[in-house]
Structures are given as C-alpha cells and as structure tokens.
C-alpha cells in the first residue's frame, strides 16, 4: 500500500515532556512536510523537506525539531511540551519543485498536553 | 493580512441541493488543491487544480489563477457530503508549502 503514514494515532502527555512523532511514506516523494492543525481547525506549515533538506520553518518554536533519516522518513521532535502545542499534527509528501505538485496527507497525530 | 479568503464559513444544505464554495487568494499561485475532512478524520485531496475546471462525479472544480480565485460545486448534496472543505494554496513566491484557508463546514439534513 502506497500512502503516509503516521504514528502514535493520538498521545497524551505532561508539560515539560519530550514526544516524538513518527512519519513515513511510501508515494516515493521526495519532499516532506509537517503542519498542525490548531483547536479551531486552522492548518499552517510548519517544516519542509526535500530529499533529507530543511526547505521551510515557518517560525517555529525552537522546542520543535523535525528530523529526516532519508528521503521517505520524517519526524518531529517536541522537547519539552507546553499547552498550546495540543494539535492535530500533520504529515504530507509531494513530488519536488517550486511549481506545485499535489500534496499527500497522513491521518495525523493527536496531542493532548495536560 | 489572510491569504486565503474562504466563504462561507458555513453551510446547511437540503439532500438534493447544489452548493457553491469559493476560495480568493491575495497573492499569486502556483498551485491549489481541495481537501475534505469529516470531524476528527483525516484530510482527504478531492480536487488538485492549479488551473481550469476539473470534475470527478457531483463534484467540480474551477481555478481561474488570473483572478486568484478557486470554486468548488457540489451538486445534488448528499448527506455523507457533511463535513469541512478546506482549500489551500502554494505561493506563487514561496514554494514547498500549502497556505490553507479556514474552512467551510457543510451540513447536508435529510
């Protein structure tokens, strides 16, 4: 089965811990992204990839690291967890280039910080 | 200021009616694409449509990149059509990310 994936599903946690989110796809993209979706269902970017490249940070807090182990693989890092970041957080692939290409979206991973 | 002005905001439909969703974007494009998503689901690409009309049974789709604007008509609603349209955008000047817009909640009643 071509698609993204992601996981955990869904993860609850504390203030001050550290999460890891996993994302993988299998379109053979080379371009990965993550977003988050807010309370209020709005969706911004937050990181870019292209083939293990960080091509966009949309000004987000350094507690946030998203890191690429190859071109299908890419995660995100939050290192010490505040309330605000409670989200849906996204994942997406596209084919590479500046001139728009279709982007591919995983189920998400819902976070809840206490 | 948003980029990408989304309308309406909400929408309660009869089964059976049409229903016109529009897009404006303030800034030139490369791309735009719809996306669907039931509360708590995935997001789901209806349409990709950088430019021109595109269908896919009652649903279709209009880009008009000149104008900076995107269309979506659903037609003959059904009630498994309930849910969020979202569009999204890729800067014209920006590339490798999608600018979304902040929705429009469709209800279609039996």
């Known amino acids: 089965e071509t698609a993204v994936f992601q996981t955990p599903n869904y993860h609850v946690t504390q203030v001050g811990n550290e999460v890891s989110f996993n994302c993988k796809q299998t379109?053979?993209?080379?371009?990965m992204y993550w977003y988050k979706q807010d309370s209020k269902k709005l969706l911004k970017i937050m990181f870019s990839?292209?083939?293990?490249?960080?091509?966009v940070n949309e000004t987000v807090p350094r507690r946030f690291s998203p890191q690429s182990s190859d071109k299908a693989h890419l995660n995100l890092r939050i290192k010490s967890v505040e309330p605000e970041d409670s989200a849906v957080y996204l994942c997406?692939?596209?084919?590479?280039?500046?001139?728009?290409?279709?982007?591919?979206f995983g189920p998400g991973t819902r976070l809840t910080v206490l | 200021g948003q980029q990408v002005q989304q309308s309406p905001t909400s929408l309660v439909l009869q089964e059976g009616e049409n229903a016109e969703l529009q897009c404006n974007f303030s800034?030139?494009?490369?791309?735009m694409q719809w996306f669907y998503q039931r509360p708590g689901g995935s997001l789901i690409s209806v349409f990709y449509?950088?430019?021109g009309t595109k269908q896919s049974g009652r649903l279709t789709s209009t880009t008009v990149i000149k104008e900076r604007r995107s269309s979506l008509h659903i037609s003959s609603s059904q009630i498994t059509d309930s849910g969020t349209y979202l569009c999204?955008?890729?800067?014209?000047?920006?590339?490798?990310?999608?600018?979304f817009g902040t929705g429009t909640s469709l209800l279609v009643d039996p």
């Open positions: 997406a692939s596209s084919l590479p280039g500046l001139g728009g290409y279709e982007q591919y």
């Open positions: 379109l053979g993209h080379d371009t």
């Open positions: 990839y292209n083939n293990k490249q960080l091509i």
């Open positions: 800034t030139s494009l490369n791309s």
């Open positions: 449509n950088p430019s």
């Open positions: 999204a955008m890729e800067p014209g000047n920006m590339g490798y990310k999608l600018t």
